[in-house]
Structure formats: structure tokens, C-alpha cells
């Protein structure tokens, strides 16, 4: 059974610094990884998509690398912002299931 | 619609009673799936609609759960006899097609509370 893995479990940062949020999985047979943040009540929201034969996704202030063999991603976030706060949640895909990592809550102090 | 719609967002319910929860995916999204999201944890599958195939359910914790898509187009996950470990939030999801190389546009949950 795939195992993601998310550390830390809560960040907490002063506006203006870069966030690094790790991912492990256990099954480096993926279709691709998915970043996604998730406000409080609120559903999920697709960041990045990395399909398996991909290195990095980039959008914006937000960088997002996969390797594979190793069962690691990893997700940048450059210049944080109050407006980032929320969780980040990692999810691989085998055939079409989604594994879900518990999220790593950040927190960005103006 | 614009986005995947579930209601209803918040239910309350005694343990025993029968819940529906339901969800309406992207018009014309082929593929629907279910979570089930428990505080502090990240979503775990629960059930799998490619059209109104339900092609697979392994992630259905009892018997008590029930998901139906008779349509095509709209689900309803049903909990039988609630109990306190139900209580989450249960999310639904659609896209394209199952593949994994479409994204997946998720609700914005239906969250149980079974007392």
C-alpha cells in the first residue's frame, strides 16, 4: 500500500521568507504527484502537477520538483505571503487513486 | 456547472440515523470519486464511478456505505446506521476521464458530524 509521507506537520514563518515542504512516498510506481492546498472548510485546490516523467513543475511563486527514484518531492514557495497560509497537501497517483499525505499546515506572520 | 457541487455541506446526525450526501461533478466529467477526509488527516479513498460504473469500492470501510451514480452525472454516497467514527468530511472529486493525466476538481465536502 502506497504511504505519503509529509514533514513538517506545521510551519510557521514571517512574511517575506521562502517555505520548503517535503513529501516521501513509498511506491515510486506513480502516474504523477499533485500539490494542493486546502483552506480551512474549504475543498482542495490543485497547485501543481507533476506527471512521472517530469523533473519540476513551476507556477508563479510556487516550484514543485519530483524524484521519482527516490520517493521525494518537494514544493517551494517563494517570498511567502499572508494570503499562504493554509495546508499543503501532497497526493500521488497509481492508476486513479489518489494517496493523500496528512498535510503540512503553514503559517505566514505578517 | 462551473465546479463540483456537494451537499448538503454540513449535517449533523445521531448515531443510527441514515445520511445522503450528495454530489454534482462537472457537466460532461466522466470520471467521480469519494473521500472521506477524518480532522487532522488527508483524504482517503473511498469509491470510484467511471459513467455509472461503480468500478471500484475498495475503500468503503462498511457495508453500512452505499455510493450510487445511476446517470451518470450525479452521485449520492448513503451511510447506513451512522456511528461516531463517520464523522468527517467526505469529499467528491470528478474529472475527465480516470486516467491520472487530467486534474482532479474536488467539492468543497460535505462535513458529517454523527453524535
Same mark, same amino acid.
Given at each position: &500500500?502506497?504511504?505519503?509521507?509529509?514533514?513538517?506537520? %506545521?510551519?510557521?514563518?514571517?512574511?517575506?521568507? !521562502? @517555505?520548503?515542504? !517535503?513529501?516521501?512516498?513509498?511506491?515510486?510506481?506513480?502516474?504523477?504527484?499533485?500539490?494542493?492546498?486546502?483552506?480551512?472548510? &474549504?475543498? @482542495?485546490?490543485? @497547485?501543481? @502537477?507533476?506527471?512521472?516523467?517530469?523533473?519540476?513543475?513551476?507556477?508563479?511563486?510556487?516550484?514543485?520538483? *519530483?524524484? &521519482?527514484?527516490?520517493?521525494?518531492?518537494?514544493?517551494?514557495? #517563494? %517570498?511567502?505571503?499572508?494570503?499562504?497560509?493554509?495546508?499543503? *497537501?501532497? #497526493?500521488?497517483? !497509481?492508476?486513479? &487513486? *489518489?494517496?493523500f499525505? %496528512?498535510?503540512?499546515?503553514?503559517?505566514?506572520?505578517? | 456547472?462551473?465546479?463540483?457541487?456537494?451537499?448538503?455541506?454540513?449535517?449533523?446526525?445521531?448515531?443510527?440515523?441514515?445520511?445522503?450526501?450528495?454530489?454534482d461533478?462537472?457537466?460532461?466529467?466522466?470520471?467521480?470519486?469519494?473521500?472521506?477526509?477524518?480532522? +487532522?488527516?488527508?483524504?482517503?479513498?473511498?469509491?470510484?464511478?467511471?459513467?455509472?460504473?461503480?468500478?471500484?469500492?475498495?475503500?468503503?470501510?462498511?457495508?453500512?456505505?452505499?455510493a450510487?451514480?445511476?446517470? +451518470?452525472s450525479?452521485?449520492?454516497?448513503?451511510?447506513?446506521?451512522?456511528q461516531?467514527?463517520?464523522?468527517?468530511?467526505?469529499?467528491?472529486?470528478?474529472?475527465l476521464? +480516470?486516467?491520472?493525466?487530467?486534474?482532479?476538481?474536488? +467539492?468543497?465536502?460535505?462535513?458529517?458530524t454523527?453524535?
Amino acid at each position: &500500500k502506497q504511504e505519503v509521507t509529509q514533514i513538517p506537520a %506545521a510551519l510557521s514563518v514571517p512574511e517575506g521568507e !521562502n @517555505l520548503v515542504l !517535503n513529501c516521501s512516498f513509498t511506491d515510486s510506481a506513480i502516474y504523477n504527484l499533485q500539490w494542493f492546498r486546502q483552506d480551512p472548510g &474549504k475543498g @482542495l485546490t490543485s @497547485l501543481l @502537477l507533476i506527471q512521472s516523467s517530469q523533473r519540476e513543475q513551476t507556477s508563479g511563486r510556487l516550484n514543485a520538483s *519530483l524524484d &521519482k527514484s527516490s520517493g521525494r518531492s518537494t514544493l517551494y514557495i #517563494a %517570498a511567502s505571503q499572508p494570503g499562504d497560509s493554509a495546508t499543503y *497537501l501532497c #497526493a500521488v497517483t !497509481n492508476d486513479y &487513486k *489518489l494517496s493523500f499525505g %496528512a498535510g503540512t499546515t503553514v503559517t505566514v506572520r505578517a | 456547472g462551473a465546479g463540483v457541487s456537494q451537499s448538503p455541506r454540513y449535517k449533523v446526525a445521531k448515531r443510527g440515523q441514515d445520511v445522503a450526501l450528495r454530489c454534482d461533478p462537472i457537466s460532461g466529467h466522466v470520471s467521480l470519486f469519494w473521500y472521506q477526509q477524518a480532522l +487532522g488527516q488527508g483524504p482517503e479513498f473511498l469509491t470510484y464511478f467511471q459513467n455509472e460504473a461503480q468500478l471500484d469500492k475498495s475503500g468503503l470501510p462498511s457495508d453500512r456505505f452505499f455510493a450510487e451514480r445511476p446517470e +451518470g452525472s450525479v452521485s449520492t454516497l448513503k451511510i447506513q446506521r451512522t456511528q461516531q467514527e463517520d464523522s468527517a468530511v467526505y469529499l467528491c472529486a470528478s474529472s475527465l476521464d +480516470g486516467s491520472g493525466a487530467n486534474v482532479l476538481t474536488f +467539492g468543497a465536502g460535505s462535513r458529517l458530524t454523527v453524535l
